[in-house]
């Protein structure tokens, strides 16, 4: 056959591919109703690309191949989740479940333990997809759990997530959220895919699921073996009685829900399901790290609520963490940034739950000693989950004859303080905070963190080099770092734009929260939860520094904040060096801003001071009190003329008559339950 022969073959075979495939595409994502299996489709997409590749002129302007390759190319914008995407609790064994248990209990003040499913915990990345009118329309990754990246042409490749929503109940609008995960074997045959061409070989299928789903090139993400397991609703139009027909209707819609899921009454159902789960693990097909308990009734689901980013109604129930041995060969100590030291282990590089480690905890010194950890030893290490490895325990019968025991260090290895073992602790500590450099590099490193002042373009690695250089000492120093402009400009990877980034950002942050600087400042214990607790009370920081000062019972009087949060507080403000810095850092140019209560309109409840009392018939007192502070209201323990309400509920007591003294307004739980 002559040239322009063999050409014209070809130019009918893929305009016939082009068509077919097409075809296919549209019967299987739009229409749902594919003619081929996934292998058969494969085969005629390689076979269309690779006679584009050999004759590029003949490629239609419609080729399939172009949509997934070419054309679009990621970008991932950062979207806000309208309903935002929890995370869940742990618990390791049969009494952290009672005690899952008793707190829903006693939340709902009842003494029936609510139906709970049980649902494999698959061990992937989530994701939530947003449908509407029935059409995929947007699919975000989790991100921080407010705000996620928009991933929709990747998800758009996985073949098990329908484009399009099957059956007759189909809401308006409705975001699936499940995990985006890889087959056992798929997972195999993918490294050893990459193995072969000299690509990047994955530790474990949640890596690989991660990187795939964060892969700028759809093409690639097209190949990868992804698949969807759908597991919760987010932003809804309709609503459902129970958890149980959720998954029922998105399995009707056409996704994949695990079948492994059992609705259970009680403690002991409960734990036989997790025996049962826990053995038939490896038999599966998809990698899983524990169990999720859900409440069945979302009436009670939305009754429980949520603490901090969790759901009271949902726990993770993790299997236990896998366990390897190797050989400790020395042990170094490190300086945390509240000055706590901690011993860590260097260890001969070991496989442990899919990532090599080479550094595992050994907490403190009692830890050691309490284990006869002795350097050289042979030991076992454990990784659960995305915890930091320990090192467990000591293999005796492998112990040589030349292992050393560890002299734990007297004085501070960064500035040669002598270390203090606070009593009751098991931690030493360095207590010359301000002038030990490691605490510095820490405090900064945690200060332009996201929680914190939250500086673009300044992470560990430029502070390293900004301290190496002599740029910075101090966390304070960070804000005059525009002094230093033009030496970081000549510094090798810095460009005028970057640089510019860099100091806008910090020009920015100047005017920070207060509950950010108060977290800022590096008090052992508070976080930025815990420092916007205290934004709240005192509103402004000189009031904050004043009270704090003036009466320890000003900090342990609210709500969250014991004697050890309240003590490590007072001691911030007790000496001079951290005055100073602290003085410094202002006299710097931040201005921490007066803290406003996000608005609560004007329910009954806003801003009064509430006091409960007695036994409430409805509801636990952690619900009462939710209920209140959602509505403005501030609960406090005891009664004074400060007080606006005391809700009285059955048997109360003292408190009752002294709001009668008081002449405070006394509501029963009927009023109460009207109000809110
Ligand atoms: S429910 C509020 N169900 O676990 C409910 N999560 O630590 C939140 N996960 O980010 C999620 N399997 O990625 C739920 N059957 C399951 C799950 C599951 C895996 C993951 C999910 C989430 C994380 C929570």
């Given at each position: 056959m002559d040239l322009f022969g063999a050409d014209n073959e070809v130019e009918k075979r893929i305009l016939k591919l082009t068509e077919e495939v097409n075809r296919h595409n549209s019967l299987y994502h739009t229409e749902d109703s594919p003619e081929i299996s996934d292998s058969e489709y494969d085969k005629l997409f390689h076979e269309l690309r690779e006679l584009e590749e050999k004759y590029p002129h003949l490629k239609q302007a419609n080729s399939p191949t172009q949509k997934v390759g070419g054309a679009i190319k990621n970008v991932f914008k950062s979207v806000e989740h309208k309903v935002p995407m929890l995370s869940l609790g742990n618990c390791f064994n049969e009494e952290d479940v009672q005690d899952f248990l008793d707190r829903i209990k006693r939340f709902l003040n009842t003494d029936k333990t609510p139906k709970i499913v049980a649902e494999p915990k698959i061990d992937g990345v989530s994701c939530s997809i947003r449908?509407?009118?029935?059409?995929?329309?947007?699919?975000?990754?989790?991100?921080?759990?407010?705000?996620?990246?928009?991933?929709?042409?990747?998800?758009?490749?996985?073949?098990?997530?329908?484009?399009?929503?099957?059956?007759?109940?189909?809401?308006?609008?409705?975001?699936?959220?499940?995990?985006?995960?890889?087959?056992d074997g798929d997972f195999e045959a993918l490294n050893n895919t990459q193995a072969e061409k000299g690509g990047k070989v994955f530790a474990n299928s949640r890596n690989a699921t991660a990187g795939?789903?964060?892969?700028?090139?759809?093409?690639?993400?097209?190949?990868?073996?992804?698949?969807?397991f759908a597991y919760a609703l987010g932003d809804k139009s309709q609503t459902y009685a129970s958890h149980k027909e959720e998954l029922n209707n998105m399995n009707a819609w056409g996704f994949h829900v695990v079948e492994e899921v059992a609705v259970l009454d009680g403690l002991n159902a409960i734990m036989e399901n997790y025996k049962a789960l826990h053995e038939k693990?490896?038999?599966?097909?998809?990698?899983?790290?524990?169990?999720?308990?859900?409440?069945?009734?979302?009436?009670?689901?939305?009754?429980?609520?949520?603490?901090?980013?969790?759901?009271?109604?949902a726990i993770a129930h993790k299997f236990p963490a896998e366990q390897v041995t190797t050989v400790l060969k020395s042990i170094e100590v490190q300086v945390g940034r509240t000055g706590n030291i901690t011993p860590v282990?260097?260890?001969?590089?070991?496989?442990?739950?899919?990532?090599?480690?080479?550094?595992?905890?050994?907490?403190?010194?009692?830890?050691?000693?309490?284990?006869?950890?002795?350097?050289?030893?042979?030991?076992?290490?454990?990784?659960?989950?995305?915890?930091?490895p320990k090192v467990v325990s000591v293999v005796e019968s492998k112990r040589l004859s030349d292992a050393v025991k560890f002299d734990f260090p007297k004085q501070c290895p960064s500035c040669g303080h002598d270390i203090v073992r606070v009593d009751g602790e098991a931690a030493y500590k360095c207590i010359n905070h301000t002038a030990c450099p490691a605490q510095q590099r820490e405090q900064m490193v945690h200060v332009v963190s996201k929680n914190v002042f939250d500086i673009d373009g300044l992470g560990p690695k430029q502070i390293d080099l900004f301290l190496e250089k002599g740029f910075i000492q101090d966390w304070a120093d960070i804000f005059t770092?525009?002094?230093?402009?033009?030496?970081?400009?000549?510094?090798?990877?810095?460009?005028?734009?970057?640089?510019?980034?860099?100091?806008?950002?910090?020009?920015?942050?100047?005017?920070?929260?207060?509950?950010r600087f108060i977290a800022a400042l590096g008090v052992d214990m508070v976080g930025i939860q815990v420092a916007t607790l205290l934004a709240e009370r005192f509103g402004d920081f000189e009031n904050f520094k004043q009270l704090a000062l003036d009466d320890i019972q000003n900090l342990t009087d609210i709500d969250g904040i014991g004697l050890v949060i309240a003590e490590n507080i007072q001691s911030v403000?007790?000496?001079?060096?951290?005055?100073?810095?602290?003085?410094?850092?202002?006299?710097?140019?931040?201005?921490?801003?007066?803290?406003?209560a996000p608005a609560v309109g004007d329910s009954f409840f806003a801003g009064t001071t509430v006091v409960i009392t007695g036994t409430l018939m409805s509801m636990g007192r952690s619900e009462a009190k939710e209920k209140i502070a959602q509505l403005g209201g501030k609960v406090s323990s005891s009664v004074s003329a400060k007080t606006d309400f005391v809700i009285a509920g059955e048997a109360a007591g003292s408190k009752l008559k002294k709001?009668?003294?008081?002449?405070?307004?006394?509501?029963?739980?009927?009023?109460f339950l009207k109000f809110i």
């Open positions: 449908y509407e009118n029935g059409k995929l329309t947007q699919a975000l990754t989790r991100g921080d759990g407010k705000v996620g990246e928009d991933v929709t042409n990747n998800i758009k490749t996985i073949r098990n997530v329908p484009h399009v929503l099957q059956g007759k109940n189909i809401p308006d609008f409705v975001e699936v959220r499940g995990e985006i995960y890889m087959q795939t789903v964060r892969q700028l090139n759809p093409e690639i993400v097209a190949e990868r073996p992804l698949k969807f693990r490896v038999k599966l097909g998809y990698p899983i790290d524990g169990i999720v308990y859900k409440v069945n009734d979302i009436e009670l689901q939305k009754r429980l609520g949520f603490v901090a980013r969790a759901p009271r109604w282990a260097k260890l001969e590089p070991v496989a442990v739950g899919g990532v090599i480690v080479s550094n595992a905890t050994l907490h403190n010194e009692d830890y050691i000693k309490e284990r006869d950890i002795r350097i050289g030893d042979t030991v076992f290490v454990e990784r659960a989950g995305d915890v930091i770092l525009e002094n230093y402009k033009e030496e970081i400009l000549a510094l090798k990877g810095f460009k005028e734009k970057s640089v510019d980034n860099i100091m806008s950002s910090i020009e920015k942050a100047k005017n920070v929260t207060l509950p403000f007790m000496y001079d060096d951290s005055l100073k810095l602290i003085q410094k850092v202002l006299d710097n140019g931040v201005k921490p801003q007066i803290y406003q709001a009668q003294e008081f002449g405070v307004k006394v509501l029963t739980e009927e009023e």
